[in-house]
């Protein structure tokens, strides 16, 4: 069943340099499909999408901060992130984000996933820098210092973090496809692979898999003992499971979806509590049951680079080419 529904325009975007404008409110279409009956546990599938920012480049990471009440996310090509607010709206939070050198170089420089850690600092995945790094200032008083917490397997440079997910022990788990190499006359591949890592609380790196040819998003099961990662391989798009074994080596538990037939794959996606996916993939967000049964689709134009869960897992929040999406959920 194909419901349709009306997305609402709160705020406005960004102009040249760090004014923030607001737009008037403007509605455009799309459509929640309901597959299976568990979808209407999560959604309403009347309810309304909400576009709470626009007239970016290429947005990508949300993260909710729940203490501030504030989303904060990507924007890649210009090396920026910013934070979006229910009061305050839209305004520049942190610049450069993922490339601190004076050498101009094109491509996607900027940060791609966010993470807060649970000692509350802002972990960044730096795709210009190459690294994954730590913002060495309060959430509440952004600057662009960063310390270095991983960069280089084995000698040679990372490609670009893409997306990372922290385990309730401080370990971090991260991708490191290489998008962020697309100006090769500056940087080049040092790796012949892409690679998912681990970041132990004492600063060691563990290589976990280097068969991924595209490894993207990342996420573990409600309980931790499952890992998953998405393959953006126009070749073998997937959604893979790994089980996590106690020495944490990773042993294949199969496809949770094969992307094929679909024109694309996914790209950043996140779990909740009862171990519901939302992935993004082609045509806006895939949600998947604990089960790993297809149960609905959130439609939508823009090309939807990632998401993010808040509200104790009552609003979804995508970041889609130039906007940045809520949806009010159950």
């Not at 009306?6 to 404008?21: M, P, R």
């Not at 409110?25 to 299976?36: C, D, F, G, L």
């Not at 670009?160 to 080049?188: A, C, K, M």
């Amino acid at each position: 069943m194909l419901k349709f529904f009306t997305i609402i325009a709160l705020t406005g975007l960004f102009s040249c340099g760090n004014d923030v404008k607001n737009r008037p409110t403007k509605n455009i279409e799309a459509n929640i499909e309901r597959i299976h009956t568990d979808l209407d546990k999560l959604i309403n599938v009347g309810a309304d999408l909400e576009i709470i920012a626009e007239g970016f480049t290429w947005v990508e990471g949300p993260l909710w901060v729940e203490e501030a009440a504030m989303l904060l996310f990507s924007d890649i090509p210009p090396n920026k992130v910013f934070k979006w607010t229910e009061q305050g709206g839209l305004a520049l939070y942190l610049e450069p984000s993922g490339y601190t050198s004076n050498r101009a170089r094109g491509g996607e420089v900027g940060s791609n996933g966010l993470l807060l850690d649970r000692r509350g600092n802002l972990v960044l995945c730096q795709h210009g820098d190459r690294r994954i790094a730590r913002m060495d200032a309060l959430l509440s008083h952004p600057e662009a210092k960063y310390t270095t917490l991983a960069a280089k397997w084995k000698g040679k440079k990372l490609n670009s973090p893409n997306d990372i997910v922290e385990r309730s022990n401080g370990d971090l788990f991260f991708t490191d496809p290489p998008y962020g190499l697309n100006d090769q006359h500056i940087e080049q591949q040092e790796l012949d692979f892409c690679g998912v890592y681990k970041l132990d609380t004492m600063g060691r790196l563990s290589l976990l898999i280097d068969s991924i040819h595209r490894p993207n998003g990342i996420a573990f099961s409600p309980n931790e003992n499952r890992l998953y990662v998405g393959n953006s391989d126009n070749q073998k798009p997937m959604l893979y499971a790994f089980d996590i074994t106690p020495d944490d080596s990773l042993k294949s538990a199969g496809i949770v979806f094969d992307f094929s037939k679909f024109g694309g794959g996914p790209d950043g996606f996140k779990v909740d509590k009862n171990g519901n996916i939302f992935a993004s993939g082609p045509g806006g967000i895939w949600i998947f049951n604990s089960s790993y049964e297809l149960i609905g689709k959130i439609h939508i134009k823009q090309r939807v680079s990632n998401c993010c869960l808040a509200d104790n897992d009552k609003t979804l929040y995508i970041t889609a080419s130039n906007q940045v999406l809520r949806l009010r959920m159950r």
